[in-house]
């Protein structure tokens, strides 16, 4: 059965409806509306959608496409989902080969990863989106709507209505890639915003990091790095129930004291 996660509700012309994640698998970025005569699920909670077999029962409803299923509720793996998927996802980064021949699986990993931590409250992302001209592709942009705490600061500081990730899948980050990613940030300041976050599979050497310095007093664009030991903290964070975005505000703080008078 697929796996899935109510992220909100809301009412649409008298019926009740249920936004959810799925959770496993490539799927995991895509939304589905939830709706159904008597249907109610707990906002949060991890349910169980299957196609209508008759050993499972449960509530009949449609989604989407138009297609019958049940929908059932587990305690068990309710309990226990948070833990097996962060390990499930810790492993798969740790699993995967830097370099260009891995780059698409690096790719789906982070996302699957970006969307458990932080998803919400950012919404789900538009995967390897380009500009109009076609000749940027910025890997992962998350809408941020937040109204409050970092990711609500980082939209007011910043102008940041998107959450600019990219991908890199590499142990050693270059001054192109920095110079790269600021300049999608700068192209796309007046629609994106100017902060952003790279991600590679080890801590940047010292020229990616003067390159950053170097470009920040003249477009003023924040550019966090993250790599998997990073993800991992944060993952850990999410299955001790803790908030993951702790990684990130560290991160944040530590670009910030490093430009202070």
């Not at 966090?224 to 944060?234: K, M, P, S, T, Y």
Request: hydrophobic share 35%.
């Amino acid at each position: 059965p697929l796996v899935i996660q109510v992220t909100k509700s809301y009412e649409a012309d008298e019926t009740k409806v249920y936004k959810v994640r799925r959770i496993w698998g490539k799927g995991i970025t895509e939304e589905l509306n939830l709706f159904g005569p008597g249907l109610i699920l707990e906002e949060g909670a991890y349910y169980y959608l299957t196609p209508r077999w008759k050993r499972y029962g449960g509530t009949s409803i449609n989604y989407t496409r138009n297609r019958e299923f049940s929908i059932f509720k587990s305690d068990s793996y309710s309990t226990t989902i948070g833990k097996s998927l962060t390990n499930y996802l810790k492993q798969k980064l740790l699993d995967c080969r830097s370099g260009p021949e891995s780059w698409h699986d690096y790719e789906e990993i982070c996302t699957e990863i970006l969307n458990l931590l932080f998803v919400p409250p950012l919404m789900a992302p538009e995967i390897q989106s380009r500009t109009e001209n076609g000749l940027l592709r910025r890997d992962a942009l998350f809408p941020n709507w937040v109204e409050q705490g970092f990711w609500a600061a980082i939209c007011e500081r910043h102008n940041a209505y998107f959450i600019l990730f990219e991908f890199k899948n590499t142990e050693n980050l270059t001054p192109l890639h920095v110079d790269q990613v600021d300049k999608y940030l700068t192209l796309g300041k007046d629609t994106i915003g100017s902060f952003g976050i790279i991600l590679s599979r080890k801590p940047p050497p010292q020229p990616a990091l003067d390159t950053r310095k170097a470009w920040f007093p003249r477009n003023r664009n924040v550019i966090l790095f993250l790599d998997d030991h990073h993800l991992v903290r944060a993952l850990d964070l999410k299955e001790a129930g803790c908030d993951p975005v702790e990684v990130l505000r560290t991160e944040y703080e530590i670009f910030c004291k490093s430009y202070a008078p």
